[in-house]
């Protein structure tokens, strides 16, 4: 069974940093693109952005509202995928959830709220 | 980007009634197309990918169809556990954008 766990949302103020991490099982997790797509409170969702495989080249896109502030990133070791947000903004507010390949799994998803 | 346009954005339907939301792309994205449901404070959870293949456990009163430009979810007979709010999302060209989403409310 696919499982999708992910950590490290909390409180944080403008202008500071967090990483979330997402710690995948039930599949070969080396072999999958990942994705990260976000919630903000009553809203709907929105796309993040996508890392590719080590074999396709590994590269990350990420959406034009987070371009040069988010990263993504993988571990393959140890099956697990990052987003290191930085400069946060309070509209970057939501819970976030990581899924595989065209978001055919979900985990629980993380709150990461931005406010001073 | 990309827009896709739901609709309607919510409706009131009773149980056993058949229900059809409409996802309209800007341009085309083929058969890219995934459609996803989402109770509250739950994940989504993907119903239909590729238009029109049925998630494996997704029950059989969901299907999907369209290609290019136009795409609907249809839901057979709708029941109580369908009562949620319904996704469409392009995995054509990048970002991989979500319609607005379609509230199933109780009639």
């Known amino acids: 069974e696919v499982q999708l766990v992910e950590s490290g949302g909390g409180l944080v103020e403008p202008g500071g940093s967090l990483r979330l991490s997402c710690a995948a099982s039930?599949?070969?997790?080396?072999?999958?693109?990942m994705t990260w797509v976000r919630q903000a409170p009553g809203k709907g969702l929105e796309w993040v952005g996508r890392i590719a495989t080590k074999t396709d080249g590994g590269t990350a896109d990420c959406a034009a509202p987070v371009k040069g502030r988010f990263t993504i990133s993988r571990d393959d070791s140890k099956n697990t995928l990052f987003l290191q947000m930085n400069s946060l903004k309070t509209e970057d507010t939501a819970v976030y959830y990581c899924?595989?390949?065209?978001?055919?799994?979900w985990g629980q998803g993380a709150l990461v709220t931005v406010s001073s | 980007d990309i827009q896709m346009t739901q609709s309607p954005s919510s409706l009131s339907a009773s149980v056993g009634d058949r229900v059809t939301i409409t996802c309209r792309a800007s341009q085309g994205i083929r058969n890219d197309l995934g459609w996803y449901q989402q109770k509250p404070g739950k994940a989504p959870k993907r119903l239909i990918y590729a238009a029109s293949s049925l998630q494996s456990g997704v029950p059989s009163r969901f299907s999907g169809s369209g290609s290019g430009t136009e795409f609907t979810l249809t839901i057979s007979s709708l029941q109580p556990e369908d009562f949620a709010t319904y996704y469409c999302q392009q995995h054509n060209t990048y970002p991989f954008t979500f319609g607005g989403g379609t509230k199933v409310e109780i009639k």
């Open positions: 039930g599949f070969t997790f080396r072999n999958a693109w």
């Open positions: 899924t595989t390949g065209n978001s055919g799994n």
